[in-house]
């Protein structure tokens, strides 16, 4: 059928809103009308840096409704509300015992432009488009593996959810899955943007009697306070380790580091406690350690968390329902942009204008 998607032809290039043809669904697949899809710093990475193949269509934080099933789907019907969320085979070591954030043909099954039985369902002029994680949302309609669509109550706004597919899971994610911190511990988050504060807001749930937000923009600062945060810090203005250990006495026993610049992942060690642990969930470079003084010689430990080592047919329902009782009020990060304004919502993600653009794709 044919179908409106963002087209990035070459690496670095604007989107473009185009008509390609979208192929029906195969076996074990569904068909998705989509009615949102949030903006992540993922697309503006595989954008910018060409980590998987062109031309595509990016978007990978879907929202929508089933249209159509192919053979062999079972737990989805027509009409389901559903959120789109990472590709996993389902099948390796790691998806069947929880842990599909790090399935073994992950890179492939979702940087590699194909879908898993490596074939396309997206083309223009005759031409394959690849595919990102297994859905590109950026368009009207996908088609996805039914293991990635989540489904959702349908008495929350559809248009919302997307987030939860990916940024919004990973900060909430790394908190209440990997790091499960204690009722009344202490637990620092460097950098509020939609990955951080989801962290604060989950530190809350789970009970932690210090949230510390760090960042350089005191109006992220202030958001992070209403969300949760017990203290903020402003990096820039203050010296982050010092502050950390004033506050908390010893340290701090947990951190989650979304911010990728490698100065913040030292502070994020420096400023814990002995047996601390970081989960470090940006995108990081090279960083240069003194592994006895920032690690070993105090038992701490740095993590690496993937997509809030999530199984998302289980997380993201938990997440909706602790929004709706009012626990996770991730509304708070998301301003709407309708569809043709995608790229002025990548520069104000950017410049840090919107925490959390969405756009809105159909009603």
Same mark, same amino acid.
């Given at each position: 059928?044919?179908?409106?998607?963002? *087209?990035?032809?070459?690496?670095?290039?604007?989107?473009?809103?185009?008509?390609?043809?979208?192929? @029906?669904?195969?076996?074990?697949?569904?068909? *998705?009308?989509?009615?949102?899809?949030?903006?992540?710093?993922?697309?503006?990475?595989?954008?910018?840096?060409?980590?998987?193949?062109?031309?595509?269509? !990016?978007?990978? /934080?879907?929202?929508?409704?089933?249209?159509?099933?192919?053979?062999?789907?079972?737990?989805?019907?027509?009409?389901?509300?559903?959120?789109?969320?990472?590709?996993?085979?389902?099948?390796?070591?790691?998806?069947?015992?929880?842990?599909?954030?790090?399935?073994?043909?992950?890179?492939?099954?979702?940087?590699?432009?194909?879908?898993?039985?490596?074939?396309?369902? !997206?083309?223009?002029?005759?031409?394959?488009?690849?595919?990102?994680?297994?859905?590109?949302?950026?368009?009207?309609?996908?088609? %996805?593996?039914?293991?990635?669509?989540?489904?959702?109550?349908?008495?929350?706004?559809? $248009?919302?959810?997307?987030?939860?597919?990916?940024?919004? &899971?990973?900060?909430?994610?790394?908190?209440?899955?990997?790091?499960?911190?204690?009722?009344?511990?202490?637990?620092? %988050?460097?950098?509020?943007?939609?990955?951080?504060?989801?962290?604060?807001?989950?530190?809350?749930? $789970?009970?932690?009697?210090? #949230?510390?937000? #760090?960042? #350089?923009?005191?109006?992220?600062?202030?958001?992070?306070?209403? !969300?949760?945060?017990?203290?903020?810090?402003?990096? &820039?203005? /203050?010296?982050?380790?010092?502050?950390?250990?004033?506050?908390?006495?010893?340290? =701090?026993?947990?951190?989650?580091?979304?911010?990728? *610049?490698? $100065?913040?992942?030292?502070?994020? !060690? &420096?400023?814990?406690?002995?047996?601390?642990?970081?989960?470090?969930?940006? #995108?990081?470079? @090279?960083?240069?350690?003194?592994?006895?003084?920032?690690?070993?010689? @105090?038992?701490?430990?740095?993590?690496?968390?993937? @997509?809030?080592? =999530?199984?998302?047919?289980?997380?993201?329902?938990?997440?909706?329902?602790?929004?709706?009782?009012?626990?996770?009020?991730?509304?708070?990060?998301?301003?709407?942009?309708?569809?043709?304004?995608?790229?002025?919502?990548?520069?104000?993600?950017? &410049?840090?204008?919107? *925490?959390?653009?969405?756009?809105?794709?159909?009603?």
């Amino acid at each position: 059928m044919k179908i409106q998607a963002a *087209v990035t032809r070459k690496q670095g290039d604007d989107f473009q809103w185009q008509d390609v043809e979208l192929a @029906e669904p195969g076996l074990g697949e569904v068909r *998705v009308r989509i009615v949102a899809t949030g903006v992540c710093h993922t697309d503006a990475v595989a954008r910018d840096l060409g980590i998987a193949p062109f031309p595509i269509v !990016l978007g990978h /934080e879907g929202a929508g409704v089933v249209e159509a099933l192919g053979a062999g789907v079972s737990g989805l019907a027509e009409g389901d509300h559903v959120v789109l969320s990472f590709a996993h085979c389902g099948q390796c070591g790691h998806c069947l015992t929880g842990h599909p954030t790090v399935c073994d043909t992950f890179n492939d099954l979702n940087f590699g432009g194909a879908m898993d039985d490596g074939s396309h369902r !997206l083309r223009r002029d005759d031409k394959a488009l690849a595919t990102f994680f297994g859905q590109s949302s950026f368009a009207s309609h996908a088609v %996805v593996n039914a293991r990635n669509a989540v489904k959702v109550d349908p008495e929350v706004d559809l $248009a919302l959810l997307g987030p939860l597919g990916c940024g919004i &899971q990973t900060g909430a994610g790394t908190v209440l899955n990997r790091l499960k911190p204690g009722f009344g511990s202490s637990l620092v %988050v460097y950098g509020c943007g939609a990955v951080g504060l989801s962290a604060i807001m989950a530190a809350k749930i $789970a009970g932690c009697h210090q #949230v510390i937000a #760090v960042d #350089v923009h005191d109006s992220r600062l202030a958001l992070a306070a209403e !969300l949760g945060a017990t203290h903020t810090i402003n990096g &820039q203005k /203050e010296e982050t380790v010092a502050r950390v250990r004033d506050i908390t006495g010893t340290g =701090s026993e947990y951190a989650v580091e979304t911010t990728g *610049v490698p $100065a913040v992942v030292r502070q994020s !060690l &420096q400023a814990l406690r002995p047996l601390g642990v970081s989960a470090i969930v940006g #995108v990081t470079p @090279e960083v240069t350690l003194d592994v006895h003084q920032d690690l070993m010689a @105090e038992g701490k430990s740095m993590v690496g968390v993937i @997509e809030g080592d =999530s199984v998302p047919r289980v997380f993201i329902p938990q997440l909706v329902s602790y929004y709706k009782d009012g626990r996770f009020p991730f509304d708070k990060l998301v301003k709407f942009y309708p569809a043709d304004q995608i790229n002025q919502a990548f520069e104000d993600s950017k &410049q840090g204008i919107t *925490v959390k653009p969405v756009l809105r794709i159909s009603n």
